[in-house]
């Protein structure tokens, strides 16, 4: 029964199946969905939305927290349905379809986009569907795993679609704290001190009347794909335990260390797992996701409290955590993206972050989003909102990939997201490189010697060698910066058939 | 006569020359020095330790604000005193010396070098060498054109110099607004709402104690080189008024605009001062520093209000203001560059940041800081701070550069400074790019199309259509990306002596 999940009771006559709801989208709008890290996400206006793009041309423009589950992307994107998405995916036949231009897609800091939409540098919102627990008695919406970017979309939408989920659980409702910064330039401070603050309201405030339609759904949310530590992942964590316990005897951070932010993946759940093996204590997350380690954190007494804009769950840990979640209610809160990644508060903080870097050159620059400088992987999320803004700004990822044909740290990157400016330590299952206060030409010799894979370390000191005689600040060699992806694309490998990257084409390899 | 200028009595007895204040600096010591755009910079005291350094060996860690005076750097650079140097630089001397490899420079974000000294992540301050125009009955430091680091260099130092200046004007007592955050992470807001809100004291609170030596001086600040509006930057002056009234139209801002940020340099000069020409009143700057044409918009009683942390002029426009500094007292603040440039700050007023850009490619990536990727110029400086959290983020730069023969628009940037997440407009004198809301194959025709020099607009396109037959999110063709600046360095000059820029070594150049 849904009806005690909507007490708002003039909006009892406004259930319609999802695709009647979905008719209100039409061709050319611009959506914004519920959905941050495959959590909370719209399930079934969606799907009926790419059910009647068979009939009739409905192309839209999508907006969303961040990444959604695993069918939503992917049907509308084979039914056409997106013509523009922003501002992050993280869908395989999205992907393509983004690669092959098809899809315009706008990869944006994950605290930015309401801030673009307030201000009208974005079109305007038409319609928002938002996946909800309950519609309080006032009209309300209670969202549920996930806040994103939901309240400002129905707060801006003209008309707003709400998905009952009655798979997810009432007990999520007094877990979001739902606050809205005041228009600029009469902007007020965020009254976040410490990452347990709660400044909103526990749902979603909009006008009754602009809800158009409910919908009732049952799917559960997407799981995630966390794979289980494995040497190379508890080797990055040992490094940063290490690191952290360097920190706390040099006296730059107590044993509670600082809030701490994670990005999603499975470098990023090892690193917090590592924390189980580890002095620390009375932790506390200021995140935008929290993954299974957050809650074996809690669970052991480890962690003291996370804020953050989502759960994502691995099959296992999302049965338990989800059927009880009542019982983290007082450790936990979940607020919109544009606060739980908002500079100011990342700052005031002293937040450290800790996200994942598809590659990093010898000098601290870090592509978190492009193959081969040209094909988008996901996006920046909200990597750029916490490391330009934090503490202390960790980069991990293991030193090579494809069985070692790829390195992970190259001579110069093919996509800067995480400039040298913001990039304090990186991490590999190699070592750790501490960049704070070091020049480029000190930089890269500590990147080298402890983050790369051996089997790449004589050919990135070659490099170097090489660049070191053609000087500059930042040395390069500008005719081979590149040339490790030109041969991997070619080969398969940044390994050269023979001989060293930077033989050929060097004029007075010798020289001054 | 000095001594109404030290006003704490027990200091006259501290009174010292340049060589004996010189002395409290050794060998290896980290030194924290005033000056910021080569505005109130210590000058008496560095050329003493630059002469001692003919004497004796003396290496020492240089932080500033940004710039200082045109003898500063250049003099401990002959004398090889600086073996470290940070946040920003921009004399030809340093400059050459970074570029050898001889002086490890650490370019950061404006805003957060005091951020890292206070957490201990840089080295501690030894000795902070400060120029003021007095000092109080209490024994705080009245700064004099800058504030820049100075607040925190002296509240951190282990030992202070003061270099009472006496040709800086006594009438700058007053116009200082000295706040520093509290500690992470016990830190509350920083309480600005408004440009025009002082929030802390007129001076620098330091333990009298510490004050070690007076030193007096009476040497002018350096003046800036601003050339005079020119047919480009009048352009570029032009390309921005139209564009902010289009804003003023579509509702996005008034006629007051938002507060202001401009870089230093001739071209950030000549758009503010395109300003006079313009509908816009009430104006008000939250910016880092304040040039000439931000005193005849006060003048002209356009300008409400205006915030920085420094007053750098040319040499006419010097000989005014500072004479007459105590008129504009109800309409200026000089602060703390930390506050200056403060996310939390930027974000919350909305600020309209106006940035130089070295060259920007066809998808937006701005670099503000390395010729060919590795010889430094100056330095990201504020740009950064700025850029992140602006309402609007402008970068300007002239076409082409060296006469035309080099173009400011490439394929690729050799440097990324300023992420394409993080640039919404690109201004040439020949048009400007909006580049809100597109995706990077949208973006590439705004740019080349609009701020490309004529002379270059078919190479690009020709580079462009090529990477688009190649794919991707950001089509390039890597091996060719960074071949404008090679043929460059080899030739002087970025047009191919004949065919195109990426003609030859392509493969399948007519394939799918």
């Not at 994107?77 to 393509?96: C, H, K, N, Y």
């Not at 490391?387 to 069985?403: C, D, E, M, Q």
Request: some cysteine.
């Amino acid at each position: 029964m849904y009806t005690d999940r909507i007490r708002y009771r003039p909006l009892l006559g406004k259930v319609v199946s999802p695709e009647e709801a979905a008719g209100l989208i039409r061709d050319g709008m611009t959506v914004g969905m519920s959905g941050f890290t495959r959590a909370g996400d719209a399930k079934v206006v969606p799907l009926a939305l790419a059910r009647r793009a068979r009939r009739e041309p409905l192309r839209i423009t999508l907006m969303t927290g961040a990444s959604v589950g695993d069918d939503v992307d992917s049907t509308l994107t084979r039914a056409g349905v997106i013509a523009r998405r922003l501002p992050f995916q993280s869908d395989p036949a999205l992907r393509e379809a983004i690669n092959r231009g098809e899809v315009m897609f706008v990869d944006q800091h994950l605290s930015e986009t309401v801030e673009q939409l307030r201000s009208r540098q974005l079109p305007p919102i038409d319609v928002a569907v938002i996946e909800a627990v309950a519609i309080t008695e006032e009209g309300g919406i209670i969202p549920t795993t996930s806040v994103g970017n939901s309240a400002s979309f129905a707060i801006l939408a003209d008309r707003v679609i709400v998905e009952i989920n009655l798979a997810q659980p009432p007990e999520l409702e007094g877990i979001h704290d739902i606050y809205i910064p005041t228009r600029r330039p009469y902007r007020e401070p965020i009254p976040i001190v410490r990452p347990e603050d709660r400044i909103g309201l526990p749902y979603i405030p909009v006008e009754p009347a602009k809800i158009a339609a409910v919908v009732i759904s049952e799917k559960q949310d997407s799981t995630s794909t966390i794979h289980a530590p494995d040497e190379a992942t508890a080797a990055i964590a040992g490094h940063l335990v290490d690191f952290f316990q360097h920190e706390v005897r040099h006296g730059r951070m107590g044993e509670s260390l600082m809030p701490l932010q994670a990005g999603i993946g499975t470098v990023a759940n090892a690193t917090l797992h590592g924390f189980l093996d580890s002095p620390f204590h009375d932790l506390v997350m200021y995140s935008e996701v929290l993954q299974d380690a957050v809650f074996e954190l809690l669970d052991e007494g480890r962690m003291r409290f996370a804020s953050a804009s989502s759960i994502t769950l691995s099959p296992g840990w999302y049965a338990t955590v989800i059927g009880r979640i009542g019982r983290y209610k007082e450790r936990l809160v979940l607020r919109p993206q544009e606060i739980s990644n908002h500079p100011e508060v990342v700052r005031r903080l002293g937040v450290i972050a800790i996200n994942a870097a598809l590659e990093a050159d010898i000098y601290g620059n870090v592509n978190s989003t492009h193959v081969n400088g040209s094909f988008m992987m996901n996006g920046i999320g909200g990597s750029g909102d916490f490391a330009r803004n934090a503490f202390l700004s960790i980069f991990v990822t293991r030193s090579t990939a494809k069985g070692g044909a790829l390195s992970r740290i190259v001579p110069m990157v093919t996509h800067v997201d995480q400039t040298e400016h913001d990039v304090d330590v990186i991490v590999t299952e190699q070592g750790l490189a501490d960049l704070r206060g070091l020049a480029p030409r000190e930089r890269a010799p500590q990147i080298i010697e402890h983050c790369a894979h051996p089997a790449y370390r004589d050919l990135l000191r070659e490099y170097f060698q090489e660049a070191l005689r053609r000087g500059g600040h930042t040395p390069h060699v500008l005719e081979e910066a590149l040339g490790w992806h030109v041969r991997a694309m070619a080969t398969g490998s940044m390994l050269p058939a023979t001989g060293s990257p930077v033989a050929g084409g060097r004029p007075a390899a010798g020289g001054a």
